[in-house]
């Protein structure tokens, strides 16, 4: 990442030419695969065209996270929201209800929507959410792009609500911060998942549960119920259906290699490989839509395993590691690993 003094560039959107100005040039930022600051209601985002892998593997890059979680996917409205995921009846009277507004449904990801792997962490479900801040709105709609967007803070800090608290935890890591002025609602979205008539809050934030239940007319089920510690704690996460063997240096004939660095992967004839340069945000870019071709690939050649080249455990290398530890782990526990980094 350039290194430059002058980073990160705060443009001031408090009135409306300035905005318009702002919102341009973050666009075209967001279009060549930059990251971008934005100011929503709930609480300053770190925006990536969600469309394109790498500019969602620099955001964990930036962040500084030990480990891939699911990204919320910021769109301009139902409509927008109605290429990448399937609504039911009840996810569809959520969103006409609350959005645009601090809620993010959880729901079934439609398959060949083109968007990065990475955003969802190779779940088949997807976070969604209209954010009502008008400046995420016009970002959203100038860019054309759906955004990949946690919290614009370092891991492990608190979330910003300002744009200095952007520019005091992540420096130069952001190139542009749009000041949007102080969050107005301050606080997380709240997330829902629904699966076709049942909606499980995951995480409380800026919309009551109450609101909520009064729009579906019954209680949302818990997490606790359904005999997962605690919200904020539960976590999918992605696992192919082939046995999965870590840190193979050197694979077998009947397996499927996914690789990292210089290696033509031989004697495994299906091979990828993460990042031939050993780079490892390309590397972070290619990981679940490997695994998900690799697989494929297993199943249809009924090959015995997929086997990974030890990926260094530095930078991205230790989400990256993070990730292929649970997804190599023994079935049964799903969702019950693992703590959230919520944004
Ligand atoms: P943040 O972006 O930091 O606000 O965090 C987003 C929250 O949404 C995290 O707690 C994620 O685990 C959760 N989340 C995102 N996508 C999904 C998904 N597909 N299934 C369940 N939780 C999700
Ligand atoms: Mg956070």
């Given at each position: 990442m350039a290194k430059n003094s002058l980073r990160p560039e705060i443009l001031d959107a408090a009135t409306p030419a300035a905005a318009a100005l702002a919102v341009e040039r973050a666009a075209a930022l967001i279009n060549s695969g930059e990251l971008v600051a934005m100011p929503t209601e709930t609480v300053y985002g770190l925006a990536?065209?969600?469309?394109?892998d790498r500019a969602v593997a620099r955001i964990y890059e930036a962040k500084g996270r030990p480990s891939f979680n699911p990204l919320i996917v910021h769109v301009a409205d139902l409509k927008m929201a109605r290429r990448y995921v399937d609504f039911s009846p009840l996810a569809e009277k959520i969103a006409a209800e609350?959005?645009?507004?601090p809620l993010t449904l959880v729901l079934p990801r439609k398959?060949?929507?083109?968007?990065?792997l990475l955003a969802s962490a190779g779940l088949e479900t997807l976070a969604v959410r209209a954010p009502a801040s008008p400046l995420a709105q016009a970002l959203i709609r100038i860019s054309g792009k759906p955004l990949a967007a946690p919290?614009?803070?370092?891991?492990?800090s608190i979330s910003p609500t300002r744009a200095d608290h952007v520019r005091d935890s992540l420096g130069d890591r952001v190139g542009l911060i749009l000041d949007?002025?102080?969050?107005?609602?301050?606080v997380e979205s709240t997330i829902v998942k629904v699966d076709g008539d049942r909606a499980i809050l995951l995480r409380p934030g800026g919309v009551a549960r109450e609101a909520i239940e009064r729009v579906t007319g019954r209680r949302l089920e818990t997490p606790e119920r359904l005999g997962v510690e605690a919200p904020g704690m539960l976590e999918s996460h992605y696992a192919p259906k082939a046995r999965l063997k870590l840190n193979v240096a050197k694979p077998g004939a009947d397996e499927a290699y996914i690789a990292?660095?210089?290696?033509?992967?031989?004697?495994?004839?299906v091979v990828y490989n993460l990042s031939d340069r050993g780079d490892l945000v390309e590397a972070a870019a290619n990981l679940f839509a490997h695994l998900h071709a690799a697989d494929r690939m297993a199943s249809a050649l009924g090959l015995y395993a997929i086997a990974v080249a030890p990926v260094p455990n530095e930078g991205l290398g230790e989400a990256i590691n993070d990730r292929l530890k649970r997804a190599a782990a023994p079935r049964g526990?799903?969702?019950?690993t693992g703590r959230q980094d919520s944004a």
């Open positions: 990536a065209d969600a469309t394109d609350f959005w645009p507004g398959g060949d929507a083109g968007l990065s919290s614009a803070n370092r891991s492990g949007g002025g102080p969050s107005a609602v301050g990292f660095g210089k290696h033509d992967g031989a004697p495994a004839r526990n799903d969702g019950k």
